[in-house]
Each structure stands twice: as C-alpha cells, then as structure tokens.
C-alpha cells in the first residue's frame, strides 16, 4: 500500500485532471516544475474555503458532500449536480458532460455525473439540480493555470539571478594538493572564522604566495530580486481578483488613487458576488426538490489575537523605563 502524499499529483488532483481533459498539459507542467503543484495546492485551499455551509447530509461515510468535496470538483469543471440517489441518499457529483438537446433558454434538459469510483448516472432538470460555479460557466484550474505559468517563469527567472550571483572559486591545483584543497572549500562554505592551511616546508616557492592559484568568477549578474517580486505579486493578484480575495496591500493602497482602490474592490466583490449567488441559488433549488436545509453563507476568516502586537524594535527604549527598569520583548513591565 503506497504511503499517503506519495503521489502528491494523483492525491490532490488525480480524478479531476484524467475526467476532465486536463491530464495531458497539467501532468507535463507538474513533473517539468514542482512549483506548478505547489502553487496549484495553495490556491486550491483559498478557492474551496471562500464560503462556508450548513446543514449538508454528511453523516453518512458516503456523502459526497463531506469536507465540501464538490468546492474541489468545481476547481476543475463548470458545474456539479445535486440529486437523489435511491441507495445512498440525497448526493452532489461533478458533471462530465450534458445533452445536447436544450430547452426554450438554451438550457441543458440532461447531464451525466460521474464519480472516481466509477459511479455514473444519468440526471435531468425534473430530478436534479446544477450548481455552477459562476455565470460564464468558467473552469477555475484553467484561468489560474494560465497565470501561474507567468508566475513559475518567475519563480525560475529568479531561482538563476540568486544563482548568476554566486562568485565561486575557480582553483588551479595539483593531484597531490586535491584533498587539502577539498578541506579549504569545505570549511570556506561553511564560513568558518579561521582556516589554516600548512605549507610543506620543501615547497619554498609557495611561501610569498597563496597556497594555491585563486581566482574569483564574477558573473557581472545585477540582483533584480524586487523587480521579480513585483512581477510575481501582479500575476498572483490577478489570480486572487478572480478568486474574489482582496489583494492590494496597504502600501500600494496609500499610493492608489480613489478611483483606482474603488474599481478594484468592485472587481473583487463582483467576482465574489458571482460566485456566491450561484451556489446559494443551485442550494435553494436543491431545499426545494429534496426538503432539505442546505445553506451557504460568505466563510469568516479568523486572525491571530492581537490584544498586544509588539516587536523588539517596537518596544526598545535606551535606558529601560525611565525608571531604571528594563522592557521585556513583550512591552510589558512587571510590578
């Protein structure tokens, strides 16, 4: 039995990217860098925690709504279905497909769901229920995957700059002076304070001189480490307007104009909004054709507890108190 998170790809997203036609380009990205599904996972987490629901039918082991698994679904397809099923109750799949048979406003009448253990069924609009995950029908994998290829060329751009920076030693020696050698560029990566290297005393040439012939490659590469930043920010900022997460930092907000902060917002809260509406309108749909009491609400997001936010530099005060008493690190001085 394989150790879980052994195949980090198939895990996560497995089931998803081979149903859905993602395999091929997500498979060939995933293995060329690791970051795509480091990265991949983490807006995963923020894409399935933007909103919080209530009175689900999960007690059953084989609910498809527990740990709100259909959020995941909806990462990498249009729409999943709520229907009923005879044996296992009240469920929620992804949709694979739809007819093509329409009704008056150009509605699908039927659709197919399927599940990762091979369980297919065939739904209309008379027994079950489509939830999308926004007006457009979008795929939400697909538009972060077209931003973090930017966002990885960055990542890789900035991986060889911090490299181009390096000055290594570039060191002219014999066979017989390659393990002393050795030792010298140990103990030079590992910055020691003092390292000493014995000459032999037969070897008077190399008295007035360094033990060995040294020289340092400099690459002449400038650190762009900001401009890389910014960049990477930018991408990764499209990426969370389209989630419907605020993302402009409060630097850049003193730097925005009014007008500028406004239309961002509006951004954010529209696509969030979007996103909202549609999975609170599939789930009355659903209370209505089931009895059920699903609901879906906006989730809360919760700080550390900031009663006292203090740093060292915060609370430094030359000569204590004022009273001869020294400031803790925490800013509070005991009695």
């Given at each position: 039995m394989p150790y879980l998170g052994q195949n980090s790809i198939g895990d996560t997203f497995g089931f998803a990217v081979e149903r859905f036609g993602h395999a091929g380009v997500w498979n060939l990205l995933a293995q060329k860098d690791r970051?795509?599904?480091?990265?991949?996972?983490?807006?995963?987490?923020?894409?399935?925690?933007?909103?919080?629901?209530?009175?689900?039918?999960?007690?059953?082991?084989?609910?498809?709504?527990?740990?709100?698994?259909?959020?995941?679904?909806?990462?990498?397809?249009?729409?999943?279905?709520?229907?009923?099923?005879?044996?296992?109750?009240?469920?929620?799949?992804?949709?694979?497909?739809?007819?093509?048979e329409r009704n008056i406003a150009g509605f699908p009448k039927s659709w197919e769901v399927v599940a990762g253990n091979g369980y297919r069924r065939v739904c209309t609009d008379k027994d079950s229920v489509l939830m999308f995950n926004d007006d457009a029908y979008s795929v939400p994998f697909l538009h972060i995957l077209y931003e973090l290829e930017y966002m990885i060329n960055i990542d890789r751009t900035h991986r060889q700059n911090i490299n181009a920076l390096r000055m290594p030693f570039v060191i002219e020696l014999t066979e017989d002076d390659q393990k002393s050698a050795q030792k010298f560029v140990d103990e030079f990566d590992d910055y020691s304070d003092v390292i000493k290297i014995r000459k032999r005393a037969m070897d008077k040439a190399i008295r007035d001189r360094a033990p060995y012939n040294m020289q340092l490659f400099n690459s002449?590469?400038?650190?762009?480490?900001?401009?890389?930043?910014?960049?990477?920010?930018?991408?990764?900022?499209?990426?969370?307007?389209?989630?419907?997460?605020?993302?402009?930092?409060?630097?850049?907000?003193?730097?925005?104009?009014?007008?500028?902060?406004?239309?961002?917002?509006?951004?954010?809260?529209?696509?969030?909004?979007?996103?909202?509406n549609c999975r609170n309108q599939a789930i009355e749909r659903a209370n209505e054709m089931f009895g059920t009491n699903m609901k879906v609400e906006p989730s809360e997001f919760f700080a550390p507890e900031t009663t006292q936010v203090n740093t060292q530099a915060q609370n430094y005060k030359a000569g204590g108190d004022g009273n001869g008493q020294d400031v803790p690190a925490d800013g509070v001085v005991q009695e």
């Open positions: 970051g795509y599904l480091l990265y991949m996972q983490r807006f995963l987490n923020l894409f399935m925690n933007r909103y919080k629901y209530s009175g689900l039918p999960t007690k059953s082991i084989d609910s498809t709504f527990r740990n709100n698994g259909f959020e995941r679904w909806l990462f990498f397809t249009p729409a999943v279905s709520i229907f009923k099923d005879d044996a296992l109750g009240v469920q929620m799949l992804p949709v694979s497909g739809w007819d093509s002449g590469a400038q650190m762009l480490g900001d401009e890389l930043n910014k960049d990477f920010v930018s991408f990764e900022n499209r990426i969370l307007t389209y989630l419907g997460y605020n993302n402009v930092t409060l630097e850049k907000k003193e730097r925005m104009l009014t007008g500028e902060l406004s239309q961002n917002d509006q951004v954010v809260q529209s696509n969030y909004t979007n996103a909202y």
